[in-house]
C-alpha cells in the first residue's frame, strides 16, 4: 500500500511548512482456521498466527508448528463480549490495533502483540501456543504420592518485583492514536499492606485502543502481581501431562495446601536418582493464580 500526496503550497495555510498525513488503515488481510476466510481482523491470536508464520518480516514458522487447536481456542475467546460502562455497552475482551516497523526485533515485536492479551506465547512438543490472561480451571491435582524430591518455598516476591498500583501508555484514538496515559490504577488495601507506600509497576498497551480493555488488561496485572506464594519441586511422570502456563491444584499437608491452585511457569523433564536405575521426574516451578484475578465487573 503506498499513497502520492501532492499539496499546493500556501504560506497562510501551511505556516509551519508541509504538515504530517496519516491514515487510518486496516492493514493486512488474515487467515482465520475457523472459517478458513482471509480477511481483515482485529482478533489478536489470528494476528499473531500470521505473524508466526509471515516469511517477509515474520518468523517463518511451518505451519506444522502452529497448534491451530489452541489458536482457534484463543480466537473465540478474544472474541467473546465483555461488558463495559461510560457509555455503557459490549466490547470484544480482547483486540489488537497497532503497527510496528521492521527495526524492531521479532521478540518486542511479539510482545507488543500479547500485551493485548496480557498473556504469552510458549514453544512446547514443536508447536506454538498461545495463553490469553483467562482463568483456566485446573483438570490436574498434585499430592504428596507424585512428589519426588524436596520443595523450594517462597511465600513473598521480592520488593523490587512488588507494585500496589499500575500505570502506563495505550493508543487512544482521539488522540490519533497517540501513546497517551490511561487511568492510574491504585488499590488501598495492597498500599496498606506494603506499609502505606504507593509503589507503581509499569505496562504499555501499544497495541490496543481501548481504555476500558486497557483498565481490564492492567487489573490482571496488579491482581497475578499480588499472588505472591511460588514453590519449585520435582514429580512423577503425572505431571507429565501438564505444560505451561497451565493451571493445576496442589494438595500439601505440611505446606497447609488443599486443593490450592497454582499456574505452571517453569517445566522439564530429566531423569533422576542413580545412574544404573534413573527414575524419570517432571521438574515444575508453581506460582499461585486465582479465579479473581480475571474477574471484571463494570463498577471496577
Known amino acids: 500500500a503506498y499513497v502520492y500526496a501532492r499539496i499546493n503550497f500556501d504560506s497562510d495555510v501551511y505556516p509551519n511548512g ?35 508464520l509471515n516469511d517477509r518480516y515474520g518468523l517463518d514458522a511451518d505451519a506444522t508448528e502452529i497448534n491451530d487447536t489452541n489458536f482457534t481456542a484463543v480466537a473465540n475467546t478474544c472474541d467473546e463480549t465483555v461488558t463495559i460502562a461510560n457509555p455503557s455497552g459490549t466490547e470484544n475482551r480482547f483486540t489488537m ?89 491504585t488499590n488501598s488495601t495492597f498500599e496498606t499492606e506494603d506499609n502505606s507506600e504507593r509503589i507503581f509497576g509499569e505496562f504499555n498497551f501499544p497495541m490496543t485502543t481501548s481504555s476500558h480493555t486497557v483498565q481490564r488488561l492492567a ?28 493451571t493445576v491444584q496442589i494438595t500439601n499437608s505440611r505446606l497447609g495446601f488443599t486443593n490450592k491452585t497454582f499456574e505452571i511457569t517453569n517445566w522439564s523433564f530429566a531423569m533422576s536418582g542413580q545412574s544404573d536405575a534413573p527414575i524419570p521426574v517432571v521438574a515444575c516451578d508453581f506460582r499461585e493464580t486465582a479465579s479473581a484475578v480475571y474477574d471484571f465487573t463494570t463498577s471496577d
Open 18 to 52: 508541509v504538515p504530517n498525513i496519516t491514515f487510518e488503515v486496516e492493514g493486512k488481510k488474515v487467515f482465520d482456521p475457523r472459517s478458513s476466510a482471509t480477511a481483515f481482523s482485529t482478533n489478536p491470536a489470528l494476528c499473531i498466527r500470521d505473524f508466526l
Open 97 to 185: 490495533n497497532g503497527t510496528f516497523n521492521l527495526d524492531k526485533t521479532p521478540k518486542v515485536i511479539l510482545e507488543n502483540m500479547l500485551s493485548s492479551i496480557g498473556g504469552h506465547l510458549i514453544y512446547s512438543n514443536g508447536q506454538f501456543k498461545l495463553r490469553p490472561a483467562v482463568y483456566e480451571t485446573p483438570t490436574v491435582t498434585l499430592d504428596e504420592e507424585h512428589i519426588r524430591s524436596g520443595i523450594s518455598l517462597n511465600t513473598r516476591i521480592s520488593k523490587k518485583e512488588l507494585f500496589n498500583a499500575v500505570k502506563g501508555l495505550y493508543s487512544e484514538p482521539d488522540n490519533n492514536y497517540q501513546p497517551q496515559d490511561y487511568p492510574i490504577l
Open 219 to 246: 487489573k490482571i496485572q496488579l491482581l497475578k502481581a499480588r499472588q505472591q506464594i511460588s514453590f519449585s519441586a520435582e514429580f512423577n511422570l503425572k505431571a507429565f501431562e501438564l505444560d505451561i502456563g497451565d
